[in-house]
């Protein structure tokens, strides 16, 4: 199960960063909202240097699985 709709045309960074921005406005409150959108940017800021396809890839990969995990955390809590 993916958090939002969309999850599996993300194969780049750039598509990557906007999915896990709609995923924050989907929490239920917005402390959380700005605590992950903090997470995502900081986490953009340092991978912004990598430069191997494979390793995006599996970064991509990684990220989509946690944004997941958060979002179904917080929606068993509601």
Excluded: T
Excluded at 32 to 44: D, G
Excluded at 62 to 77: F, G, L, P, S, T
């Amino acid at each position: 199960m993916v958090p939002l709709p969309g999850a599996e045309l993300v194969h780049k960074p750039l598509q990557l960063y906007r999915y896990l921005l709609r995923c924050c406005k989907q929490l239920p409150s917005k402390n959380l909202q700005q605590y992950y959108k903090h997470s995502v940017q900081q986490s953009f800021r340092v991978h912004a240097d990598e430069d191997d396809p494979q390793r995006i890839q599996q970064i991509i990969k990684r990220a989509i699985e946690d944004a997941d995990w958060v979002m179904n955390k917080y929606k068993k809590q509601n």
